[in-house]
């Protein structure tokens, strides 16, 4: 029997298949035939992705859909939505404009996915502009979404992460022709909060039954002085305003010029029709950004508004640009203390020691409390101050159940800080004695995230990648190539044996970084590719049980030295020789093949060539030391290569 004479439900299992091992091979798949076609068919046409830039393009890619809906009569398959995007009738600058800049240009939105791509201390105005109207030309300028909705018939899920606000017409559709679908808004926002009773329509979209999922980012002032009252307002939607509102997204802003506003803050008046008996059931909620997780204050007030019992997922605190903001040993204590969690299966929490000025002897005990209070947990992100004890605690109350885990251990910096305490914490390195342990308490793991301390290539570092091979359910890696260096400003005891030349100092305003230290630095630093093949080869043709099909290396750490700044001197050598790395396997049985990508290459490249032709300096005669200059070489950029890991 051959694959075009199997059973139409055969055929589309074997679709299936395919879009879950390599999505991009569903549509060749789809090509090869017309029984295969015929049996993609409904998995091309799940979900509709639709960017809006202006309503002349809204129209046309809805009208192409329209048209291909009735080509392949496949609207009863559509059953997601996803709009991204803007649809703005006049051209003007709104405040998500050059968020994303500083991400680009370092490429870490390929590196660091789970994290938002925004940047939490740029404007924020609460009331930047008027409420939609109803049959507004701006709601009216939707027209083209809501004639897709009216053909569609068994729509699930309406995804929109459009930075227009939301519009009536397709609330309306919604509410009339999909009952049941949920609507997930990402860019949700109250603008109009201060005028005591919200405008209408605001509290008609916040209180629909639609509404199922909701991102808000807020702040505590926004930048023009305004009171921002979302939070306060998010807690009474989940505590049954809203009656359907199942999961939060709060992401904590501090905007700039907010802090100049000194006055009280006014007094929350609750939005109409709120009771304070009641109790919502959220099944998700994420507190990012920076939070005020502090104290337990926060929680308290979300504790009050949602059952904590009925949470699947949890994130707390933090975000790439403020690992500070996380859950101190105080709060920690108070949930352990006071919560349950007994259906909760994913967490996400950045810590914090919160002992800048004073010692917390009992941090550590508080985080182990912590931990242990959650039932077996199948998911499990960890970033902050953390040592022995607390993942002890973590893999052997959750081991396991883990399916994912990571963990990245941070600690805050207050070396120049006035009356702040001599800090000697270092931030935790993963051995082959504690890899192990995680290997033999972490069965069923399939995704791990955790740094590796780069230490040039040696020996030892080779046997650190090898301890990922012996975990059996292990499929996908991100490694963390840690090339920090806090032990010279941190370990009264470090002493590397350097010759004279190298112990002298490359800044005098540097006293902790000599040549030798520096030169560490540079080869730990650079990752080409050949040593991210190296790495992969070591794991992968060590693995046993599960093969591993995805490796990403992110290179980071060295500019830190523990002092809390970065030597902007010798960022443009560093931040060229940290590459990053995805590599994959290719989805066939049949192949060993895989495919190696630079994460951020575009952005890096862009960097180098804005600094290949730079007059030489002292950093960069450090590095010729380690590379000398190649014949006919034309830029230090041309000149390295890594060390190569023993085999």
Known sequence: MTLPTLPLEIRQQIAACVETVHRPSLCAFSLTSKACHAASTFLIYRQINITVHNREGLRRDADRLLEAFTLMDSTHHVQRIIIKGALRLEAK???????????????????????????????????????????????????PVVSLLQVIPHLKDLIY???????????????????????????????????????????????????????VACAWRDTDGDDDFNLEAMMELAAGLAPNLREVIVLGLSPMLANRYMRSRDSWQSLPGYTSKSVGSLTSLSLKGIS??????????????????????????????????????????????????????????????????????????????????FESLEELSVTGPIDSFIVDAIVSRHGQTLKKLSLHPFEETFHNTVNARVQREIPMEFTKDRLLQIQAECPVLEELT???????????????????????????????????????????????????????????YS?????????????????????????WEIISKNKTGKQLDRLKLWTTGGKEYGTGGSSSWVTDLLDSLSRSWLIERVPRDDQEDITVRELGQREREARDARVRRRRETEPQKVFREVWPCKEGSESWQDDWSSFPLPI
């Open 93 to 143: 600058k709104s405040n998500s404009d050059g968020q994303k800049l500083w991400w680009i240009d370092h490429g870490l939105e390929e590196i660091l996915e789970d994290e938002e791509p925004i940047y939490y201390s740029d404007r924020h105005v609460v009331y930047d502009e008027p409420v939609i109207e109803k049959f507004s030309e701006e709601d009216m300028a939707w027209a």
């Open 511 to 535: 006293p902790y970084l000599k040549r030798g230290i520096l030169k560490e630095t540079y080869i730990n630093c650079a990752v080409d590719e050949a040593l991210a093949r190296s790495i």
């Open 450 to 508: 955790i740094p590796v301390k780069r230490n040039k290539s040696s020996a030892s570092e080779t046997e650190i990648y090898r301890c990922f091979a012996k975990m059996e359910s292990l499929k996908f890696l991100f490694l963390i190539l840690d090339c920090s260096n806090w032990r010279v400003t941190h370990d009264s005891t470090y002493n590397p044996q350097f010759n004279e030349e190298d112990q002298k100092l490359v800044d005098p």
């Open 292 to 373: 005020d997780l502090r104290s337990p204050t926060l929680l308290q007030s979300w504790a009050r508004h949602t059952d904590f019992s009925c949470l699947h997922h949890l994130t707390l605190g933090g975000c790439y640009e403020a690992k500070t903001s996380g859950l101190t040993g105080e709060t920690m204590k108070w949930v352990s203390q006071n919560q349950s969690f007994s259906q909760l299966r994913t967490l996400s929490v950045y810590l914090n020691r919160d002992d800048m000025y004073h010692e917390r002897p009992h941090y550590s005990e508080n985080a182990v409390s912590f931990f242990q209070n």
């Open 161 to 215: 992460d459009c930075q227009s606000q939301f519009p009536p017409s397709v609330l309306k559709i919604l509410h009339e022709q999909h009952p049941q679908c949920r609507l997930h808004h990402l860019t949700f926002r109250f603008r109009t909060l201060l005028w005591g009773v919200p405008y209408p329509y605001e509290m008609e979209l916040a209180t629909s039954p639609s509404l199922y999922r909701v991102k």
